[in-house]
């Protein structure tokens, strides 16, 4: 089915490791998001790819990394784990940037937490 | 400051017992009023988005309605498959999404 596939759905760190999470999408979609879920929150954005080779932070990049690897996939790398990153992380996808009738397609999510 | 407020945070129905979910906002440049469903362990699932005061938008059992200052999401006659929770978002001036934390709704049969 086309979609948006994270990878891991769950994962447990230890405080100061480090480690990727992959998306990708295959709805040639041209922009992509990083958000993470926690309880009683809305979903904040932390990174997102407008296109192809660009990236811009959102409104909680500190902590993290992102990388546009092509068209199809977005990965977000912690280079140093926190307990404060334990959190749901979604990736998302759009066929543009920004607001539009057909919404965002959202993946399953990864589970994160850090010890 | 833009913000998005929902309410109830949780509710329970009886099957068949409609009801509505709210959504309230403050945004600079509305780009656009979004729900969502989210199934628990799953990624929100896009069901509207809304534009400007006065429009509506139904699916099935769900018909979303917005003014200036909210949204309403009405649910009429609703199944124990509509549990889920619902998440409201505004588009803002720079096109980024600002999200409500949701409606847990409780449907029981």
């Known amino acids: 089915n086309a979609g948006v596939t994270q990878t891991p759905k769950f994962q447990v760190l230890k405080t100061g490791q480090s480690m990727t999470l992959q998306c990708a999408q295959d709805?040639?979609?041209?922009?992509m998001y990083w958000y993470r879920q926690d309880p009683g929150m809305g979903l904040r954005l932390i990174y997102y790819?407008?296109?192809?080779?660009?990236?811009d932070k959102g409104e909680v990049p500190n902590g993290y990394n992102v990388s546009r690897l092509n068209k199809r996939e977005f990965s977000l790398r912690l280079e140093s784990a926190a307990p404060s990153q334990t959190s749901v992380y979604f990736c998302?996808?759009?066929?543009?940037?920004?607001?539009?009738?057909?919404?965002?397609?959202f993946g399953s999510g990864t589970r994160l937490t850090v010890v | 400051e833009d913000q998005v407020t929902q309410s109830p945070e949780a509710l329970r129905l009886q099957e068949g017992e409609s009801s509505s979910l709210n959504c309230s906002y403050t945004?600079?440049?509305?780009?656009?009023l979004f729900w969502y469903r989210q199934d628990p362990g799953k990624g929100p699932e896009f069901l509207f988005t809304?534009?400007?005061?006065?429009e509506e938008k139904e699916k099935e059992r769900l018909k979303a309605t917005l003014t200036k200052k909210e949204s309403f999401l009405h649910i009429t006659a609703p199944k124990p498959e509509d549990s889920a929770t619902y998440l409201c978002?505004?588009?803002?001036?720079?096109?980024?999404?600002?999200w409500g934390a949701g409606t847990k709704l409780i449907i029981k049969p």
């Open positions: 978002a505004v588009g803002d001036s720079n096109y980024q999404l600002i």
């Open positions: 945004v600079s440049g509305l780009r656009g």
């Open positions: 709805m040639n979609h041209n922009s």
């Open positions: 790819s407008a296109s192809e080779g660009t990236t």
């Open positions: 998302a996808s759009s066929p543009v940037t920004g607001t539009a009738n057909y919404g965002y397609t």
């Open positions: 809304l534009y400007s005061a006065g």
